[in-house]
């Protein structure tokens, strides 16, 4: 499927695992950014949004490498987002459970492969910046995406595709090694 900014209720009918591109304006975000937000307001119009959980490296006015931070680190950060219209979070990782939560009903986690920083500008080009005191990793870009490619690791319906790779690395962990899963957490 092929998205495009703002997102509105079609993000409610992708399922974990499908595979997507988004395309218009997407904003990146990692901790201070987030922070910064909580304090001051988001300036851009969430509704619809898409906020990247990023730090890119910029020079001469063009992205040089934007690829995705670890996400959970954002976990207790992303509410109040999500709550204000974004509807979707971009990173690699996965989220915790209570970001699945927030999530319910309202908007997705799409994942990016780690390590595709150079692959993923190619997809990007700069249009403005917000809070550029924070720093280039920790401003928020403002960035024209074109079809970038994505996968949904969370949905709006509670799946989590990170959950389920973890339970069956568990499970094939515990098999091979002949140990009950009941005595072992």
Not at 16 to 42: F, K, N, P, Q, W
Not at 62 to 69: E, S, W
Not at 115 to 127: I, K, P, T
């Amino acid at each position: 499927m092929n998205l495009k900014t703002p997102l509105g209720d079609e993000v409610l009918d992708l399922r974990a695992g499908d595979r997507v591109t988004l395309s218009g304006t997407i904003y990146t975000a990692r901790d201070e950014a987030h922070l910064r937000m909580m304090e001051e307001g988001i300036p851009f119009e969430p509704r619809g949004a898409a906020v990247y959980h990023c730090g890119p490296v910029v020079q001469d006015g063009r992205l040089v490498v934007a690829g995705p931070t670890t996400s959970a680190r954002m976990n207790r950060l992303s509410g109040f987002l999500i709550d204000a219209g974004v509807r979707a979070l971009i990173g690699k990782g996965g989220m915790g459970q209570e970001v699945v939560e927030q999530l319910r009903g309202r908007a997705v986690y799409l994942a990016l492969t780690g390590g595709c920083a150079a692959l993923a500008a190619d997809r990007m080009h700069l249009s403005g910046v917000y809070f550029e005191d924070l720093g280039m990793a920790e401003a928020v870009w403002i960035i024209e995406a074109d079809h970038l490619p994505l996968t949904v690791g969370i949905d709006a319906h509670g799946g989590d595709l990170f959950r389920a790779v973890r339970e069956k690395a568990k499970t094939q962990f515990h098999q091979r090694f002949n140990i009950k899963q009941d005595t072992v957490s």
